[in-house]
């Protein structure tokens, strides 16, 4: 196995995220184009039994995290893991959890970045985000884009497939799903990328993503703290 596609198994969300840091003061202009709308996703409300609340906070961040900082929260399963290396400041994240097997192949994980655009410019931003995640993935393939729901909140996603031949577990694909949250009056918006992959027993295909395994359990206790 390469090195890069190491990298994209034990740290997929870092790859395209990275853009988020380029596109929140990015010129858009307004466009008419129109775009599929995928279905509103509903999330399971699972609950699991031991959960870890993470809750951001100013505090922790410099550059620009910190100008672009957002309130939000959200419950995620205890076995999981915080990545350390998000949240400083060359990261594009302020927090990542992620599941993962014993040799380090990721099941399924979750980060959230910051997005400043505005909600009209979303499919454009989606667009930018896909190109730059076809860079990083081997057979790469864009798969829906359109609207979408988290919880409450109505923002703008796009989802992708990939497929890597050569891991410890052998080939593996790869699902990816890249969700845009814009601000309201009161608050900046978030990114959020999710990342499953076949070696999870529950996720088997792209439309699982935050549908099953434990996914749902972040996504139905994701909420931004000042609404």
């Known amino acids: 196995m390469t090195p890069q596609l ?25 466009s ?14 699972t609950k699991a039994a031991d959960t870890t609340k993470y809750s951001n906070s100013s505090e922790h961040f410099n550059g620009a995290l910190k100008e672009n900082y957002v309130d939000f929260s959200f419950d995620y399963p205890s076995a ?11 990261s594009p994240n302020f927090v990542k959890v992620e599941q993962t ?3 380090d192949i990721t099941l399924e994980n979750f980060a959230v970045g910051y997005y400043t655009g505005q909600r009209e410019v979303m499919p454009k931003v989606a667009d930018q985000l896909s190109e730059q995640f076809s860079s990083g993935f081997p057979e790469y393939k864009k798969v829906s884009q359109g609207e979408t729901k988290i919880g409450r909140y109505d923002g703008y996603e796009f989802r992708f497939t990939s497929h890597i031949k050569d891991t410890p577990q052998g080939p593996l694909d790869l699902w990816g799903r890249v969700v845009l949250l814009p ?16 070696a ?28």
């Not at 034990?10 to 596109?23: E, H, K, P, R, Y």
């Not at 999981?80 to 060359?90: F, H, L, S, T, V």
């Open 32 to 45: 008419n184009e129109t775009t599929n709308k995928s279905n509103t996703n509903q999330v399971a409300s």
């Open 200 to 227: 999870s027993d529950q996720v088997r295909s792209v439309d699982d993503v935050g549908v099953k395994g434990e996914l749902p359990i972040i996504l139905s206790s994701f909420k931004f703290d000042k609404d």
């Open 80 to 90: 999981w893991e915080r990545d350390p290396k998000a949240g400083k400041a060359d």
């Open 183 to 198: 601000g309201a009056d009161n608050r900046k918006g978030a990114s959020l990328v999710m990342i499953a992959s076949s």
């Open 101 to 103: 097997t014993d040799d």
């Open 6 to 30: 190491k990298k994209n198994l034990i740290s997929l969300t870092g790859l395209g995220v990275f853009v988020f840091l380029a596109i929140g003061s990015y010129p858009f202009t307004n």
